[in-house]
Structures are given as C-alpha cells and as structure tokens.
C-alpha cells in the first residue's frame, strides 16, 4: 500500500510517500481501507519528533475515515463494506478510569497515529458507524477537534447564556468549539489574526469577532463586550501570547481551558490573579470515546457543519503540512486517498 512515513524527525521533506505492507489485522482488531484523513497539529508535532523518536518508521495521522475491509478473528461489532470514522483515543480498557468512560484519565492513554495510509488497523471498539449524508472527506475532519471541544465544555460546565472568549477561532478546534458552544446557547466572542476571516466567523455563529494582532489589548476588549464582566470561558490554544490576556479576560468564577500552546508553553503569572478571582484552569487533552459516536448523527441532522479549508492527495501531504504551519487555515486540511 502507499503511505506517508516518517524515517527521521525534521521539516515537511520527512514526510515521505512510499511503498509498504499492508497490515493484517490482529484478534479484535479490524483493517480499514481508508479514503481521507484530517490533519491535526498533533501530526505536525509527531514530524517534529516532539513525542519522541521512534527505531521504526511513523506513519503518522489520527482522524480517518473509509470502509471496513477485513476483521480480525473475534470481532464481533463490525462486517466488511460498513462505512466507519476512526477513533483515536487508546487505553488500557480495564482501569477505573476506562470502567467510567473516562477514557483519557488513563495512564496508558494515548492517541493513535497512522492513517496517512491507503489501509490502517484499529482495534474494534475504536471504530465509531459513519453517519449518512458525509463524505468520506468530512467525516475524517470530525474526530479530535469535535471529541476534544466537546470533552472539555462538558468538563467546564458551559451553560446557555454564558459568554465564551474562543483564541483561534478559524482552527480546526476553533469552529468545533465554535460550533457545539453555540449548539448549546452560549455567547462567543472569537479571536482571529485575520480581518478577511471575520465575516466568515460570523458565518458560522460568531457574535462578536476580535482581530487579534501583537500588542493589541483582547481583554480589554472583552471587558468592554461584557459591561465589565469578563468571559465565563476562556479557550486558549495559543499559550504563551494569549495566556495573560485570557486571565485577564476571564470572569470571576469562569474557566481557563488550556488546549494547546501553539507560541509556546512557557508562561508567567500572578497566581493571585487566579485564586482571588475563584478562577479554574482546566488542561484538555482528547475526550471520552463515547463522545464520537453521539455527535456524529448531530452532522446529519446539519446541526453541526464540517469546515474544509482545502483537501490534498495523499502523496502532497508535505504541501498540506506547509499550508497548516506557514499560510493559516479556516477548517480543516483533508488529506484523500
Ligand atoms: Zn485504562
């Protein structure tokens, strides 16, 4: 089969298209042939040799979708030809945390790569049924940015009414977050660079929209949007060029969700900035697995909308990690194949 795999850490000419087995799937196990796969930062990081350097060669990509093609002895869920979106959050299945469907509270949890690949084994259980009415395309942009903002707003107790400020708002997480905040009756105020991707915004629910550049004030600018108030959720995935302003901005009693730190990790702050104002910060990482598989009709029922920024075949991924990291996106990078 062709796929993409990655021999050693470096820039986007790691990212090589070439010959490799097929894989047999294993007891459990089910073998997708797979026609389009979202990109994620996390793949991007995975290049970079960010989560270490493995000896062998990294097929990398998490989100998938395609068509069941063989099933390991045992399987039991799943037939050859039945249209699945993968999911790709693995753990150990039988800790206290799996037990309750907490599947990221795992210590063996963590995310799947490979599906940059015209084939890809999964076990069973992280398969979830793909909807009608998608592509294949969209349903391989769904995956980690809905599991993961819907994990956390859930964590975070959004309520209708309560306002949201939303840091990067035109990602792939962004118009998820966007998207299943307003689906749940909240305010968001989103922050873009880009004046050109405002109107958009809108489009897809923003009420207000905050172009962002270096040394503006966005916390001011929500005070001012809130009668002083302050937002009562903050989704930061910038990190370190966002982090002060989203304490600043947050209301007394709100939350800070962390997601992501895409200017860096390192930041400073008064703590008593965040206990005198009751703040929570709240680190979110993936979500529950239970999670793909209820939302998922919600796209049928046009409730929430895949956003395709652009789609690549799979032999040009090096050009659709280069859009990804140098030229901004609105929605996802789809890679076909
Ligand atoms: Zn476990």
Partial sequence: MKAIRIHEPGDITVLRYEDTDVPEPGVGQVRVRL???GINHRDIWVRQGNFGHPAEPVIPGSDGAGEVDAIGAGVT???VGQKVVVNPGLSCGACPACLSGNQPACRMFRIFDG???EYVVVPEENLAAMPGGL??????????PYVTAEDFLIRAQAL???TMLL???TGGLGLATLQL?????MRVIAVTRSQHRSEKLRQYGADEVLVFNPGEDVADA????TQGRGADIVVDSIGRDSFPQSLSATARGGVIVTVGSTTGGQVTFELGQLFRSRITLLGAFMGSASILPRILPLFSRGLLVPVIDNTYPLEQADQAHDQMEHHGVFGKIILTM
């Fill in 35 to 37: 026609h389009a796969a």
């Fill in 77 to 79: 869920r799943w037939s």
């Fill in 115 to 117: 599906t940059y690949a």
């Fill in 135 to 144: 592509t294949f395309a969209e349903a391989a942009s769904i995956g980690i």
């Fill in 160 to 162: 209708p009414g309560q």
């Fill in 167 to 169: 840091w990067g708002a």
């Fill in 181 to 185: 905040a307003k689906l749940r009756g």
């Fill in 222 to 225: 929500v005070m001012g949007l």
